[in-house]
């Protein structure tokens, strides 16, 4: 089987030097690509910055800001049965971006950002992908309710939601506690390394989509 997964922050240019990002480490996303690629599957890995080292025999593609990890879903997703979207892609990005490096001036200084492309909901509708569609959701509040809302908007056959209020899991932690919600049900993973709960969230993956296979055929 071949799985797409994206990964990591995204960087999004203030100017030459600046940029706004998140917390995000990278560890969920690289675990499981770890995972499918010690599994056997080919996998296709679309990271934003990270310090990590890359998983041995996965196909690498660097990324830094949400349009290109969007340009760089939209090339390889049609080679992917499964696609799971772990990256904290940034909702806005700065509307200008100078060609040279922003001067002090006042006390204050506005922002403008204007919204950037949504990767995970353009995966059905514009990128026209069958398989079986894994998003993510980090929440901090109502977090069974936002994610089950993702799903629907969305297209996934299954949303892992986080709760990111916590310290001790989510942004840049070792372990992760995550809820796998469905149309129908949800189901509590428990707290774990991400690297376990990353073997979790593909197994489950990995039986849909033979279960697919085997009602399609193909
Ligand atoms: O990287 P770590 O430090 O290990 O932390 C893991 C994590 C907390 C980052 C990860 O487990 C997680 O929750 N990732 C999703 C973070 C997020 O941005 O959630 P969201 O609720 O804003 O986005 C919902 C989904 O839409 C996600 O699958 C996201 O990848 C996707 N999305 C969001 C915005 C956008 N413009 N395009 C997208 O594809």
């Known amino acids: 089987?071949?799985?797409?997964?994206?990964?990591?922050?995204?960087?999004?240019?203030?100017?030459?030097?600046?940029?706004?990002?998140?917390?995000?480490?990278?560890?969920?996303?690289?675990?499981?690509?770890?995972?499918a690629a010690g599994m056997g599957h080919r996998v296709i890995l679309i990271s934003g910055p990270t310090q990590l080292d890359v998983p041995d025999g996965v196909d690498f593609v660097p990324t830094e800001s949400a349009?290109?990890?969007?340009?760089?879903?939209?090339?390889?997703?049609?080679?992917?049965?499964?696609?799971?979207?772990?990256?904290?892609?940034?909702?806005?990005?700065?509307?200008?971006?100078?060609?040279?490096?922003?001067?002090?001036?006042?006390?204050?200084?506005?922002?403008?950002?204007?919204?950037?492309?949504?990767?995970?909901?353009?995966t059905r509708s514009i990128f026209k992908f069958n398989g079986v569609l894994v998003g993510f959701a980090a929440e901090t509040q109502n977090v069974e309710d936002n994610a089950r809302d993702k799903l629907e908007r969305k297209g996934c056959d299954f949303v892992v939601a986080n709760d990111v209020s916590r310290n001790d899991i989510g942004f840049d932690t070792n372990d992760n506690e995550v809820m796998l919600v469905y149309a129908d049900k949800t189901e509590p993973l428990g707290k774990h390394s991400k690297h376990h709960i990353g073997h979790l969230i593909l197994d489950k993956t990995i039986a849909l989509a033979s279960s697919n296979i085997a009602v399609t055929g193909q």
């Open 1 to 35: 089987m071949t799985i797409l997964i994206t990964a990591g922050p995204t960087r999004e240019a203030i100017d030459p030097v600046r940029y706004l990002t998140n917390r995000s480490s990278g560890k969920m996303g690289y675990a499981m690509a770890e995972a």
């Open 67 to 122: 349009a290109d990890m969007y340009r760089a879903v939209e090339s390889w997703i049609s080679k992917a049965d499964v696609a799971i979207f772990a990256a904290a892609v940034a909702d806005y990005r700065p509307a200008h971006v100078p060609e040279h490096k922003i001067k002090k001036t006042g006390d204050t200084m506005i922002l403008e950002l204007i919204r950037n492309p949504d990767i995970l909901g353009s």
